[in-house]
């Protein structure tokens, strides 16, 4: 998910949103807008994404965090899982209205933290058993234990469909999940990392960053891609359907960023994702037209404001054509960026610091008798 853009300020305000204001140095991830690099502790995202298992991937991004090294992600990742199946009969018996993302909110507010496993095994464990069971029981249909035997990625898949997912959806799916991990400060991060300086528990910190990451400021999710490439429905359309968009000020999805100036690194991840599900696939043949068209229309458009394919684009393609319901977009997004959250909340509470910024009082003065 990307930042959306800032809505207008009534008035010039350089404070308000704290751009530029640094809040916290941080291992865990560095985010270089203007060369288009994302770094995840000392590592491109290139190298991870792709190259390692998910479950690998966290255990770099939680190193030297007090999470125990003796435990093995995989397994106590699954392990994770079979405990927060236990809390699934409270998700079905809640009040049907709730969205999957409020069910999964339910589930992690209920689960309990024991001495068994380390807290953000168990929270970031239990997270895909409730986007999984929350989504059957929204559609009607019970929910289906955790396999212990597999990975996160394949046995998300398994929990939602009740099969074993072809080895290539498993790891588009995991390229996915290490992709999204950890991104700056982000919104969601900064409310976890100011949750977590106060000492609360982590659950609780986790929950909040859950709760900005709701907020369609935050960046939306890509569903509107699918949406865009719904409409424009084949290559011959791409061209003039973007220019009318454009003509209308209206923003195409997946293009441009709040912190890139140039080509997100996660787009590139993403797309190289595409090629083992099939190439012939014609929704990502579609997606490249599209991206080819919109680039050319935004440079002649814009020239001097660099928007480029930002990772919503790829990423709504690729979860897509892995048979990802695109009301799982946000659902999934949390699921990724929990460990992320977690890690962010370890760091900040070994500094002691609780964060505790000033405010500019721009208020009325009282009125003198």
Partial sequence: MTEAPSPARMTPDPIAGLEGVVAANTRLSHVDGEEGVLILRGRLIEDLAGKMPFEAAVQHLWQD???????SLQPDFARARQQAFKVVPLLEGADATLTVYERMQLGLAALPLGDELPAPVAIAGALPVFLAASHRIASGHRPIAPDAALGTAADILKMLTGAVPPQESADALDRYLVTILDHGLNASTFTARVIGSTQADLKQAVLGAMGALSGPLHGGAPGPVLDMID??????NAAGWIESALARKERLMGFGHRIYRTRDPRADVLKDGLRVLGEENPKIRLAEDIELAALAAL???KPDRP???NVEFYTAVLLDAIGIDRTLFTPLFAVGRTSGWCAHVLEQQQTGKLIRPSSHYVGPE???V
């Fill in 65 to 71: 965090l007090g999470v125990s090294a003796a435990f």
């Fill in 231 to 236: 409409a424009i429905g084949a290559p011959e």
């Fill in 307 to 309: 928007l480029d394919t």
């Fill in 299 to 301: 440079k002649e458009a």
């Fill in 366 to 368: 009282p009125e003198t």
